[in-house]
């Protein structure tokens, strides 16, 4: 292979290789990289590792080893930094690189983005706790459901006997409206425990989301909260069952309004997706195209702690919720075959992505 034909490989190489010299100063930067580290290699190339990366970063350490053991390191998750201090999770295999006299005189890292892979082994563990929780859920419901029945009709029997004496009238309807809220809370539980039945049609996602904004409308401008669309024109039309996705996409609004208290920008986007996980999925039928659905907002932001635990029920971080609205919105997305993701930023705000199959 000519000089050309390598620099053409390392360049065409998914994964982030980067070389150093005896000294620990970059030789070598590919594209992969740059895009991964946030780093060009003309501002990379000929500087000393320790002035790119902080000293104690475990890639440094591996590199060293190998300069002066002649040895092989690898790491299977570590963290590098980006240049904007974004964190990057990867794996690590630094290899030495010998010269003519067969001293090592440099050596090479291969660092590839874990990223990903962790946030669909977080997404099977996530659907393999919705559904242990959902099995007890159903259990709960069932078992609750009977002598609250029989509270409600003793509660109706009650009313009928005691007539229209007002003494009474209003601890009975207090009991029939709380045994109609229980009631309710057990058709949620219901809801996220058992599968969803759906009635997938095409729909057009931007009247999905107009009649959603319509019914915010007036909450919204009490928050002074402004709507901002991101429509793509060209989107093409969805597989879904109308009612579900309208839950799904109210619930997602609602929590962008309220996160809130002090107004500023609820944005709903539509996009083709080109996220590398969730733009074709295999649903049985071959790669399918999916379209991303995103509900973004202004407001404080989830800490990385309280997002891993957002779609698990009863877990909520609202004064008097019952934790149900997110793992439900999950459990509907699931049964439409797309995912759901959150990203949140402290301080700045979360956006909120669905990952839909397109219709055709």
């Not at 982030?16 to 070598?28: F, H, K, N, P, S």
């Not at 399918?288 to 659905?293: D, F, G, I, N, P």
């Amino acid at each position: 292979m000519t000089r050309l034909d390598y620099e053409a490989l390392l360049a065409g190489l998914p994964d982030a290789v980067l070389g150093v010299d005896e000294g620990l100063r970059i030789v070598l930067w590919n594209p992969a990289a740059e895009a991964l580290l946030g780093r060009s290699a003309r501002r990379t190339l000929g500087r000393a590792l320790k002035d790119v990366f902080p000293p104690e970063t475990s890639l440094i350490r591996h590199l060293g080893d190998t300069l002066a053991t002649g040895e092989s390191r690898s790491e299977s998750e570590a963290v590098v930094e980006g240049v904007d201090g974004r964190p990057a999770h990867v794996s690590i295999v630094t290899a030495p690189l010998a010269g003519r006299s067969g001293a090592v005189t440099a050596a090479v890292a291969v660092l590839r983005d874990v990223t990903r892979l962790r946030q669909l082994e977080a997404e099977m563990r996530r659907g393999e706790t919705l559904a242990a929780a959902g099995q007890i859920a159903i259990g709960l419901a069932h078992e609750i459901r009977n002598p609250l029945g029989a509270i409600r009709g003793a509660v109706q029997l009650l009313k009928r006997e005691l007539g229209d004496e007002a003494r009474w009238g209003e601890y009975i309807e207090v009991l029939l409206t709380e045994v109609d809220r229980v009631n309710r809370i057990i058709e949620m539980l219901l809801d996220v425990g058992r599968p969803v039945t759906l009635r997938p049609v095409p729909l057009n996602v931007h009247q999905l989301l107009e009649r959603v904004a319509l019914m915010s409308e007036e909450i919204a401008a009490q928050r002074a909260v402004q709507l901002v669309r991101r429509y793509d024109p060209s989107m093409s039309p969805i597989l879904a069952d109308e009612d579900r996705m309208l839950q799904v996409f109210h619930n997602l609004v609602r929590n962008a309004i309220e996160a809130m208290p002090r107004g500023g920008r609820l944005t709903l986007v539509t996009r083709l997706s080109m996220d590398p996980l969730f733009a074709k999925m295999d649903l049985g039928r071959g790669l399918k195209s999916m379209a991303e659905v995103q509900v973004m907002d202004e407001g404080e932001g989830i800490p990385e702690a309280t997002r891993a635990k957002l779609f698990t029920p009863f877990f909520t971080t609202k004064t008097g919720g019952l934790g149900l609205g997110l793992a439900l919105c999950h459990r509907i997305v699931e049964e439409h075959q797309g995912t759901i993701q959150i990203t949140s930023e402290p301080g700045k705000g979360t956006a909120v992505s669905c990952f839909l199959p397109i219709a055709r």
